[in-house]
C-alpha cells in the first residue's frame, strides 16, 4: 500500500490541505492516485506529492480534534468511578455522555479502577484543575464554534463547569479543615452543638420484648 501526501498549490499558498491518501492496487498509475486525491479539479495546477511505502506517526497525524477527543476521553475516564459522588453534590455527566455506548451497556469506561489492585484515590485538586483546563484550551479554538459541534459544546461546556465547581467545594473544604486543624478551639463545644433529651422511664412491664432480657441483665449487675 502506497500513502500520498498531496499539496497542490496556486502560486505560494496552498488550495487544498495536506492531506493523505492510499489505494491498495500495485497496477494504478500516478494519474489514478492523483485524480482520486484531487476529484479531477485541479489538473492544470502546481502539484507536490510525497509518497512513502508507510503510513507517517510524526505531527501531520496530529490534529486539534484529535486532541481535543483525548482530553474528553481522558475527563470521562478519570470521574467515571466517581459519579456518585459528584451526584451527590448535585453535579450530574451531562446527558450527551450517557448515551456513550458503555453507560447504555451499563459499564464503566474505567474499569481499571475497580479491578485494579491499587489504592482508590479520591478526586483530587490537581487533576481536575488540569482536566478541566485542558477541555477549556482545546474548545478556546475558532473549530469549536463550527455548527457541526453545536450539539457537542454545550455538553462539553456543562462538563467544564461540573469539574470546575467539585474542585471549588474540595478548595473550600480543604482551607476549612486547614484552619481547623491549627486553630486553638475546639470544632465543637458541648453549648452549641449538642442537644440533650430527658426521657420518662417506663415501668418493667412496659417493655417491649426484645429489651427484657437486656433489662433483666443489667439489673443482676452491681455498677448499673
Known amino acids: 500500500m502506497l500513502y500520498l501526501l498531496v499539496q497542490v498549490n496556486e502560486g505560494p499558498k496552498s488550495i487544498i490541505p495536506e492531506r493523505i491518501m ?3 492496487s500495485e497496477s494504478n498509475q500516478f494519474f ?3 485524480d482520486t486525491a484531487t476529484l479531477g479539479q485541479y489538473e ?6 510525497f509518497i512513502r511505502r508507510e ?4 505531527c501531520l497525524h496530529e490534529t486539534i480534534g484529535k486532541t481535543f477527543i483525548i482530553h474528553l476521553a481522558s475527563a470521562i475516564w478519570y470521574i467515571d468511578p466517581h459519579l456518585l459522588t459528584l451526584s451527590a453534590h448535585s453535579y450530574h455527566l451531562p446527558a450527551l455522555f450517557k448515551q456513550l455506548k458503555t453507560y447504555q451497556d451499563g459499564r464503566s469506561y474505567n474499569e481499571f479502577y475497580y479491578t485494579g489492585h491499587h489504592k482508590k484515590v479520591p478526586l ?6 488540569h482536566i478541566s483546563n485542558s477541555l477549556e484550551i482545546s474548545i478556546s479554538q475558532p473549530w469549536a464554534s463550527n455548527n457541526r459541534w453545536s450539539q457537542v459544546m454545550p455538553a462539553v461546556l456543562s462538563l467544564i463547569e461540573i469539574l470546575k465547581k467539585y474542585l471549588n467545594y ?3 473544604t480543604n482551607a476549612s479543615m486547614n484552619e481547623l486543624h491549627h486553630s486553638n478551639e475546639s470544632a465543637r463545644s458541648p453549648e452549641n452543638n449538642s442537644t440533650m433529651y430527658r426521657v ?9 420484648d426484645e429489651y427484657i432480657q437486656l433489662n433483666d441483665l443489667l439489673l443482676e449487675k452491681s455498677v448499673y
Do not use: H, M, N
Open 22 to 24: 492510499s489505494i491498495e
Open 44 to 49: 492544470d495546477r502546481e502539484v507536490k506529492v
Open 124 to 129: 483530587s485538586q490537581q487533576k481536575l484543575a
Open 170 to 172: 474540595l478548595i473550600t
Open 200 to 208: 420518662t422511664a417506663c415501668e418493667p412491664y412496659q417493655l417491649k
Open 32 to 34: 489514478d492516485l492523483f
Open 55 to 58: 503510513k507517517s506517526e510524526g
